[in-house]
């Protein structure tokens, strides 16, 4: 993927504008999209 | 329903999950190491554009940043979920001049929007810590908030009401005060 997109993802996940729930749902989802598409 | 294939990467992510591993650790490392199709790379913007953060970033939260009256004091307007604020730096040394503080006061300005989404959403977990509707996760979050912001010796912006602490490096608190007000208030 994209240093971009990771990146952001990166600053989402690791700093403070999220909450820790937020956090968690927005893992989540990320997960779910990732391993979601796996064969 | 087919059977799901667990690959040895999902397999290691579940294990490490199982483990008690952060779990946006886990989700940052998948996201670093996989090899992504595009689909999947179109539904991760996707998802970024779902996610909305007043950030520095995506979402500049000073406005403006002007010297009022007296010249020893700015002002900045910031928007924290919607509603506009005026942020107050002031200080009797401050020096419209010089470009070093006006940055300095608009970064305030961008860390005091993170914070008061912070609080906000801290008093909102007390509320329901006192009515006892809280749940594991939230107590978890406001835990996390009690241990991470609140005592904010780290993070060197004590928010204490509407108004903020400051220091420069050389630690003197004593330099000026960072106050947060309705717009529809300040003048």
Redesign the interface.
Known sequence: ??DS??E?????????????????A??????A???G??? | MEPVQITPKASSDIAKLAQGVNRAEVALEALKESELTPKQVQQLEALLKKVSVPSATTSPAVGEIKTIDNHQAVVGQITVNGQQLDTLLSEGSFNKLRSDQHKYAEELGYRMAIRVENRAYVDSLLAKEEDKSINAAEANALKTYRERYLRDDQGRLDVVGRGVRYWYDDDSPSVGALFVRASAESK
Do not use: P
Request: proline share 0%; glycine share 4%.
């Open positions: 993927m994209s997109l990771y952001q993802f990166r600053e989402l996940l690791t700093g403070e504008t999220l909450s820790a729930d937020e956090k968690e927005l893992s989540r989802e990320i997960l999209i990732i391993f598409e796996e064969e």
